[in-house]
């Protein structure tokens, strides 16, 4: 079992930044961000393979980043100039296997307890 303890989040006015941590018990062999607004489905936000490879959501392209430290088995995501729609509450979520994606959310094995983002306009 691998457990995931989120850090970060909070509140921001548009533009401003954030940064989310994700600290995982034990090995993972990729990491994503997923994040879900009140009256919507869960969206894949950014994922990042253990060689750094990374694949983000297109409303997020140029202004989140996604990255890890594998010595700390920890993985953030830095969220610059964001917008009123980036409010949400953010979930990490890990794998032991290769297999994430985006759109897969229901094949991650380990997940996050949640952080809340709140951009104000």
């Known amino acids: 079992q691998v457990q995931l303890v989120e850090s970060g989040g909070g509140s921001v006015q548009a533009g401003g930044s954030l940064r989310l941590s994700c600290a995982a018990s034990g090995y993972t062999y990729c990491m994503g961000w997923f994040r879900q607004a009140p009256g919507k489905e869960r969206e894949g936000v950014a994922v990042?393979?253990?060689?750094?490879?990374?694949t983000y959501a297109d409303s997020v392209k140029g202004r989140f980043t996604i990255s890890r430290d594998n010595a700390k088995n920890t993985m953030y995501l830095q969220m610059n100039g964001l917008k009123p729609e980036d409010t949400a509450m953010y979930y990490c979520?890990?794998?032991?296997?290769?297999?994430?994606?985006?759109?897969?959310?229901?094949?991650?094995?380990?997940w996050g307890q949640g952080s809340q983002v709140t951009v104000s306009s």
């Open positions: 990042i393979y253990i060689g750094g490879g990374r």
């Open positions: 979520a890990a794998r032991t296997r290769p297999g994430c994606g985006l759109s897969t959310a229901v094949e991650y094995n380990y």
